[in-house]
């Protein structure tokens, strides 16, 4: 008797595997292979069948990174960064960065940020129902449902980051790091004028002239190759001196 119960065992793990791992294998749980098996004579319950079944891997779910590379086209990032002044304000500057070319396509500076100042931010990034499909955000109070409401009205979907995941919003983040490095570690904010006219004097520079790994070593506003035919290289100096943009010139 042991040697046929661990016969008939045997053989349920066989067709039982079978079944399992066959072509449509995701659509056999244990109540269809149960039934198989008692098309096959074999009575056995279903808890036995699904107690011998082999252990169902779980397919992997997307990654942050998986999802923020699928919907590159549909993304747009918002965030804030802080600037203190010469005086020793503090000042506010918000960014909408557009993921696929990189494009800063709005940013604004204030000293009190609201929700509603927030909401005709994004107004007027996306005039004329050019809103993207998700905005990116993380769950800053200053969201409120003014703006909710606003993004909402514009047919955008939120995504939100995890609390204290500033990780979660990547290319936003990338984008303030680079404007700190490359631009406000080298001067002294005097007042929010000022700081405005800096940060669009850089974006300049950061559309048109400046390469990123990202876009193949090319600009958010694409940049023409310059064969040497064209002359020799000539460096212009953009944001006095701070950069250098670097063209061919006929002699």
């Known amino acids: 008797m042991p040697q046929a119960g661990r016969s008939a065992t045997g053989q349920l793990r066989a067709c039982g595997s079978r ?3 066959g ?6 749980g244990s109540p269809r292979i149960h039934g198989e098996l008692l098309k096959l004579g074999l009575e056995v319950s279903q808890r036995t069948v699904a107690r011998l079944m082999p252990n169902r891997p779980k397919p992997p779910s997307q990654t942050w990174r ?17 600037v203190p002044t010469a005086t020793f304000r503090v000042l506010y500057v918000f960014v909408v960065l557009l993921h696929h070319r ?36 993380d769950r800053d109070g ?19 980051t995890a609390p204290r995941s500033p990780w979660q919003n990547p290319f936003a983040e990338r984008v303030i790091g680079t404007i700190r490095r490359e631009l ?28 990123h790994l990202a876009l193949a070593k090319d600009a958010p506003e694409p940049r023409a190759v310059e064969s040497p035919a064209h002359g020799r290289i000539v460096a212009l100096p953009l944001l006095g001196g701070l950069h250098h943009r670097y063209v061919r010139s006929a002699a």
Do not use: C
């Open 19 to 21: 079944a399992y791992h």
């Open 66 to 82: 998986t999802f923020l590379q699928n919907h590159l086209g549909d993304l747009v990032s918002v965030d804030f960064f802080v």
């Open 23 to 28: 072509t449509r294998e995701s659509a056999l």
């Open 184 to 211: 406000l570690d080298h001067v002294i904010v005097l007042n929010e004028g000022h700081l405005r006219r800096r940060v669009r004097a850089y974006l300049r520079y950061y559309h048109r002239s400046r390469t």
């Open 142 to 160: 200053i969201y409120g449902g003014e703006f909710r409401q606003r993004v909402k009205g514009m047919g955008s979907a939120e995504v939100l």
């Open 102 to 137: 990189r494009q800063v396509v709005h940013f604004n500076v204030t000293d009190s940020p609201t929700a509603a100042w927030t909401a005709q931010q994004i107004v007027e990034a996306f005039p004329d129902d050019s809103a993207p499909r998700y905005l990116l955000r």
